[in-house]
């Protein structure tokens, strides 16, 4: 599942072949994106927005046009699923490996032809990551080594090869001067981005590390392990700072705020734990998960934090009060993933459980608040609600009866202009024929006192 990054639109990967687009703004469904013979693994928006990109496990990467839906490119010579496909900052180029694959594909974006083979490892690549400037790649592996690449090139750059066991995270600091990277050998490790030069080795976990996030700052470090632990680090002398400890079960995610001053820890306590990222304070325990959590994000603002959870609920947490603004419990499934809309401050967002993804605005009335489930989709059904569809001609009586069941038709509104008319233009037959599940009442919750 991926937003656009205009926030206009989601394209979601299924197992039954095709990429489905979804209008946020309208809830209308926008084209299917058929062509595989596979299940798609992964889908991705490039950074323009202009561009999909899917990998499957027919052994090929496709190329389509955002907004029409129209396919562009076939890009094939994988000779095992696709299992990752990522692009560039700038945009003109794609990384993509696949299963049992010991190299790395480029591609031009805009051609499609297939670019440089990035070949040395000796076991499947696991982990590519572009540099923020798109000059380089540094790509992970199941041998144990991260190789750095020239992304024009595909000249091999320093091979870091310290590492004892297999590599679980590579991250880029925010301005591409250095390289994180931690697994299975419960320790961080530092490289210099252009040097590949070893910086001290981070050792103080005692069980595999699950998470590497870097501050939006550079300048620190939060790694999270199944030890029960978040530790911080100065990314610049490799300084040990404070340990974040009062998780009772291993840590599974970590995330600055927007600000660098705040982190969240998600843990398979059912916790969500929030912290002073300078002094490593514990600031407030959200408790109110009945399972792991899976996944925790803050914001673009950062007032607020998303925890998603195998209980099969997102809750939304005021950052400043520690507060459950509110709990969506409609989910149909464990949260495996989890969206901001870039386009709206902390109101909107998406979930991807299963086959299920669903659309949430988040709406204040009077300090009460209730999340709004605007559409929802497993690929074989569809839902709408808090749609107004007005002034349509040649719909029959059963259909709009229809449609009112599933919350597709409200009250009616202003006339639009021609420009917003245009935006909610909604095919009756395609809605209709597609409508299987009720459409959900929206789900109060009063803050906590």
């Known amino acids: 599942m991926a937003y656009s990054p205009s926030g206009r639109q989601i394209a979601t990967a299924s197992d039954d072949s095709t990429v489905q687009l979804w209008d946020t703004q309208t809830s209308a469904p926008d084209p299917i994106l058929s062509g595989h013979t596979g299940q798609v693994c992964e889908v991705i928006y490039s950074p323009g927005g202009h561009q999909i990109a899917s990998g499957s496990s027919d052994k090929t990467v496709r190329l389509w046009d955002a907004w029409t839906g129209t396919p562009t490119h076939i890009l094939g010579g994988h000779t095992d699923d696709v299992r990752s496909v990522t692009y560039s ?6 990384a993509s490996v696949s299963r049992s694959y010991n190299a790395v594909q480029l591609w031009d974006t805009q051609t499609g032809a297939p670019g440089l083979t990035l070949s040395g490892h000796t076991n499947t690549v696991i982990i590519v990551k572009y540099s923020p400037s798109s000059h380089q790649i540094a790509s992970g592996s199941w041998d144990r080594t991260i190789r750095l690449w020239d992304a024009q090139t595909g000249a091999p750059g320093p091979i870091l090869k310290d590492h004892t066991d297999i590599i679980t995270c590579i991250e880029y600091s925010p301005n591409g001067q250095q390289i994180a990277s931690a697994g299975w050998d419960k320790t961080v490790r530092l490289w210099d981005a252009q040097t590949g030069a070893s910086d001290p080795v981070l050792s103080g976990h005692t069980e595999v590390i699950s998470s590497v996030a870097y501050s939006p700052s550079s300048h620190q470090i939060a790694s999270a392990s199944r030890d029960k632990t978040v530790r911080l680090w100065d990314s610049q002398t490799g300084a040990s700072g404070p340990t974040l400890s009062g998780h009772t ?66 809750r939304l947490w005021d950052v400043d009060s520690g507060q459950c603004l509110v709990a969506i419990d409609d989910t149909r499934g464990r949260i495996e993933s989890f969206a901001w809309n870039p386009a709206f401050d902390g109101m909107s967002f998406a979930t991807g459980s299963g086959n299920s993804v669903r659309s949430w605005r988040v709406i204040e009335e009077e300090g009460q608040f209730q999340a709004q489930l605007l559409w929802c989709s497993g690929h074989e059904g569809f839902s709408v609600s808090g749609t107004s569809i007005q002034n349509t001609q040649g719909l029959s009586r059963v259909n709009i009866n229809l449609l009112k069941q599933r919350g597709a038709v409200g009250d009616p509104t202003p006339p639009l202009s021609l420009r917003q008319a245009s935006r909610k233009v909604i095919s009756m037959a395609s809605v209709a024929s597609r409508l299987k599940w009720p459409a959900l009442p929206s789900i109060p919750h009063e803050p906590q006192s």
């Open 249 to 314: 079960e291993g840590v599974s995610s970590v995330a600055y705020s927007p600000s660098s001053h705040q982190i969240a820890s998600g843990g398979w306590d059912k916790t969500v734990r929030l912290w002073d990222a300078h002094t490593g304070t514990p600031i407030y325990i959200l408790t109110d998960h009945t399972a792991g959590i899976t996944v925790v994000k803050y914001s673009p603002s950062g007032r607020q934090i998303a925890s998603g959870s195998s209980d099969e609920t997102v």
């Open 89 to 94: 900052p700038s945009g003109d180029q794609i």
